[in-house]
């Protein structure tokens, strides 16, 4: 509830003497700032034109061309800041983020946003319009969701390779992906399987004598 | 989206067999395995006689069912097995190939048994699914890829069968047209003949 709130509502900034009033930035512009904080670390400053074009489109235009001229380090910091400034549950948002952050280092920005559409159902590009913080709060959600599940079915399928295929039985259900995993005791019996091809060696011969 | 066909779904996975069922004791039949998935389709035909405007007319329609279509899902094991089953694939003891001359095939039986049915004569039981010859439509692909979040990372392999009419089985005897495409149930009850051979399965399914 608190990140929903969080992220339908503004907040007020201040900066050298004036307030201004800051929403909170779509995925989109959230995205090209963390990634150009990312390139320039790698001395890659190619992204400035549409960060700058960010940056207008998202605070206002005072602030904005005030901002815009700091020194790159410093305004990626303004601009970190920006991003998560005086959310009622900062720290939350702050370990989410780590997550969000972490998966996009995993594979890319493009994975987690396809991810989150495919979750909730959406269009990628409509996911690129909702609230950041709205997003990282769910998709945080989202990758625990998942490490629940490849638990448990890692824990299936330890049970079933101790031999423990009763208890895998009664809490599989039809298309579990548990079964893709399992396969019955008899046909992990390398037997069973030499068993088969002795079989089709024979239907062959059968066929080619008949 | 309004529902346009009805789809019977049986819980659970099933045994799938190919082979030739008229070996004594199931010895000729080659257990593909549990498998994840087997769909069975059957195919129909119809012919409509239309009035002037396009009405079909009460005694003017005709139809026939011309084949079925089987859909299975395998993986691990299964696989291989199937591989080796599949007539174009050659399994020399260090290479696998494909056979490129144009051949007749002779084709093997079917047998799909629910693992509920397993062990409980599902030769003849009512929930067997029996197809007398069945021949690959396709024989699948061999994907090489990245699996990245969530999905299935077991990578299955998909094969699909068409039933062929079978006048008669593979021991020679006639049988019963309605039962030449697809079944369920006991043999049997197919198999046009004074003292039929029996089909089987291994004692396994029995």
């Known amino acids: 509830?608190?990140?929903?709130?969080?992220?339908?509502?503004?907040?007020?900034?201040?900066?050298?003497?004036?307030?201004?009033?800051?929403?909170?930035?779509?995925?989109?512009?959230?995205?090209?700032?963390?990634?150009?904080?990312e390139a320039i670390q790698d001395g890659d400053a190619s992204g400035w034109g549409e960060l700058?074009?960010?940056v207008f489109a998202w605070l206002p235009l005072r602030l904005a061309s005030e901002i815009v001229c700091f020194e790159p380090a410093d305004l990626i910091q303004a601009l970190a800041n920006l991003l998560s400034a005086g959310l009622p549950d900062a720290k939350r948002h702050e370990s989410d983020e780590q997550v969000v952050k972490q998966a996009a280092r995993r594979s890319s920005w493009f994975e987690v946003i396809g991810n989150y559409a495919a979750a909730f159902g959406i269009d990628p590009e409509a996911v690129l319009s909702r609230r950041w913080t709205l997003?990282?709060?769910?998709?945080?959600?989202?990758?625990?969701?998942?490490?629940?599940?490849?638990l448990e079915n890692a824990a299936w399928y330890a049970g079933a390779k101790l031999g423990k295929m009763d208890d895998v039985a009664k809490r599989a259900y039809p298309g579990d992906p548990v079964y893709n995993f399992v396969e019955p005791e008899i046909m992990r019996d390398p037997e069973?399987?030499?068993?088969?091809?002795?079989?089709?060696?024979?239907?062959?011969?059968?066929?080619?004598?008949? | 989206m309004p529902q346009t066909s009805i789809t019977t779904v049986h819980a659970g996975p099933a045994w799938v067999l190919i082979g030739d069922p008229t070996t004594?004791?199931?010895?000729?039949?080659?257990?593909?395995?549990?498998?994840?998935?087997?769909?069975?389709?059957?195919?129909?035909?119809?012919?409509?006689?239309?009035?002037?405007?396009?009405?079909?007319?009460?005694?003017g329609v005709f139809g026939a069912v011309i084949g079925a279509s089987v859909s299975m899902t395998v993986q691990g094991i299964s696989a291989a097995i199937l591989a080796a089953v599949l007539e174009e694939m050659a399994d020399g003891t260090t290479s696998i190939s494909a056979e490129t001359a144009l051949a007749n095939f002779?084709?093997?039986?079917?047998?799909?048994?629910?693992?509920?049915?397993?062990?409980?004569?599902?030769?003849?039981?009512?929930?067997?699914?029996?197809?007398p010859s069945v021949y690959t439509t396709d024989i699948g692909a061999f994907i090489h890829r990245l699996i990245s979040g969530g999905g299935d990372d077991a990578n299955p392999y998909t094969v699909q069968f068409a039933a062929a009419l079978a006048a008669t089985d593979q021991d020679g005897q006639a049988m019963?047209?309605?039962y030449g495409i697809w079944f369920r149930g006991d043999p049997e009850d197919g198999i046009n003949e004074t003292t039929p051979t029996v089909w089987s399965l291994p004692t396994s399914y029995e």
């Open chain 1, 1 to 37: 509830m608190r990140a929903l709130v969080a992220a339908l509502t503004s907040c007020e900034v201040e900066m050298e003497g004036r307030l201004h009033l800051v929403r909170r930035p779509t995925v989109q512009q959230a995205v090209t700032v963390l990634a150009f904080a």
């Open chain 1, 52 to 54: 700058r074009r960010t």
């Open chain 1, 135 to 150: 997003f990282v709060a769910e998709y945080a959600e989202i990758e625990r969701l998942r490490a629940v599940r490849q």
């Open chain 1, 192 to 210: 069973w399987k030499a068993r088969q091809l002795e079989v089709i060696r024979k239907n062959r011969q059968k066929q080619a004598s008949a």
């Open chain 2, 24 to 59: 004594g004791v199931g010895a000729g039949m080659v257990e593909i395995g549990l498998v994840p998935s087997v769909e069975v389709k059957l195919e129909i035909m119809r012919q409509v006689a239309r009035n002037e405007l396009n009405q079909a007319l009460k005694d």
């Open chain 2, 106 to 131: 002779v084709l093997g039986t079917m047998c799909i048994v629910p693992d509920d049915v397993k062990g409980d004569t599902a030769h003849s039981n009512l929930k067997t699914q029996w197809l």
């Open chain 2, 176 to 178: 019963n047209t309605e």
